[in-house]
């Protein structure tokens, strides 16, 4: 649930993102999709590492390269998912922000979400061969 929570308020920045960028910049869907997919990913980062992993750390390099590859990965299915969509089906390009939101969510559910379980793992604690007395 913290994960999904993070993800709502990532979704939000993308998608008003996508909306200010068309409706007030002139932009198309299409090409307000990459700063869009960008601002929402900067907010995962924060939303995931501190929120649904409850990490109290700063970002570890490991971290960051780690959630950029997951996180390029993402943008570039969402991407893929959202324009074949708006090619494909005439309703989609209609109603971008439901499409936007289907893939967005798409993605996250069967890409992201299972791959930040790496990305934000915690390390185990070191053995120091004296057994695990209390």
Same mark, same amino acid.
Do not use: C
């Given at each position: $649930?913290?994960? /999904?929570?993070?993800?709502? &308020? ?7 993102? *996508?909306?200010? %960028? =068309? ?20 907010? $995962?980062?924060? /939303?995931?590492?501190?929120? &649904? ?7 570890? *390099?490991?971290? %960051? =390269? ?69």
């Amino acid at each position: $649930m913290r994960s /999904a929570a993070g993800g709502a &308020a990532a979704t939000a920045v993308d998608l008003v993102t *996508l909306q200010a %960028l =068309v409706a007030w910049a002139d932009w198309s869907p299409r090409a307000a999709s990459i700063p869009a997919l960008i601002a929402g990913g900067v907010v $995962m980062f924060f /939303a995931q590492k501190y929120g &649904a992993f409850h990490s109290n750390a700063r970002p570890s *390099l490991r971290e %960051l =390269v780690l959630f950029v590859i997951v996180q390029v990965g993402g943008l570039a299915l969402t991407g893929l998912l959202f324009e074949v969509s708006l090619r494909v089906l005439e309703v989609a390009a209609q109603h971008y922000m439901v499409t936007r939101l289907v893939t967005a969510n798409l993605v996250w559910l069967f890409y992201s979400f299972p791959l930040w379980h790496v990305v934000f793992k915690k390390p185990a604690p070191a053995d120091n061969g004296l057994g695990n007395s209390s």
